[in-house]
């Protein structure tokens, strides 16, 4: 079952690769007027992404395997105080008889035989102790069996947790990177007319390094917003363990080249 899942994630997952390149060739991303999430695989193929490529679900996964193992040696772990003897003899065999008699000396009589002879034993060697714990010991791994399942579990838990706040946290930033990216045109803007003004003689030189301020500030905060969108793409590409193959994922728009 798990086999025809891995299969079809596998397949999926191929085909939107295939598409995903084809698109990141002939369309350019910008964040400040593309949606992200239209651009980037659903959510649900990267959930799956991600505990697919996950390491500690991998592990998680195999200590299932070798709990099951131990579960097997368990069941058969009685064996190893059972044994079978074989004992083969094969030799000749003389047989001597006389006849005796008062007048004459007795003849002897000898007779032999090739014979084969077979010995066999089973034997059963177990201590009291194990043989009343045996049934304790099986429970003890199966249970093991189950509690690596159930840390399996736990693991894929937090692996879609994680990429479901990512996932949040990529969105979140791209909207903030919008609300910055038309602040800082605003006061761009502002900017221009201040200088105007400031040229003809309109405003004092306080009102112009206010706005200076403002335009500093605006800027520095674009430069961390835009960093922080940047990074939360990455991280999620990272968790996902796929690339998204975005040709333009952060824009220039507002970077005053």
Do not use: C
């Amino acid at each position: 079952m798990m086999g025809k899942k891995y299969f079809l994630f596998l397949l999926l997952f191929i085909v939107f690769r295939i598409q995903g390149s084809a698109v990141a060739q002939s369309v350019r991303f910008d964040p400040l007027k593309d949606d992200i999430g239209s651009r980037i695989p659903p959510l649900s193929v990267i959930l799956d992404s991600a505990v697919a490529h996950n390491h500690y679900v991998q592990f998680r996964n195999l200590q299932i395997i070798v709990n099951n193992y131990k579960l097997k040696s368990s069941q058969v772990d009685w064996t190893r105080n059972v044994g079978v003897q074989v004992n083969v003899g094969y030799g000749n065999l003389y047989d001597y008889s006389t006849n005796t008699s008062n007048t004459t000396v007795p003849p002897v009589v000898a007779t032999s035989r090739n014979e084969t002879k077979y010995n066999g034993a089973v034997y059963l060697n177990m201590p009291i102790n194990a043989l009343v714990n045996r049934k304790n010991q099986i429970k003890l791994a199966k249970t093991e069996v189950e509690q690596a399942e159930q840390m399996a579990g736990m693991q894929r838990d937090e692996t879609r947790q994680l990429v479901i706040r990512q996932y949040n946290e990529l969105v979140l930033k791209q909207r903030l990177l919008r609300i910055s990216s038309k602040y800082l045109e605003t006061i761009r803007i502002n900017m221009q007319l201040v200088e105007k003004e400031f040229s003809g003689g309109i405003i004092p030189l306080t009102e112009y390094a206010r706005i200076s301020d403002l335009l500093a500030h605006a800027e520095a905060d674009y430069e961390s917003v835009h960093t922080d969108f940047l990074t939360a793409y990455m991280v999620l590409e990272e968790l996902a363990g796929m690339k998204f193959h975005l040709t333009k994922p952060i824009s220039t728009t507002n970077d005053g080249k």
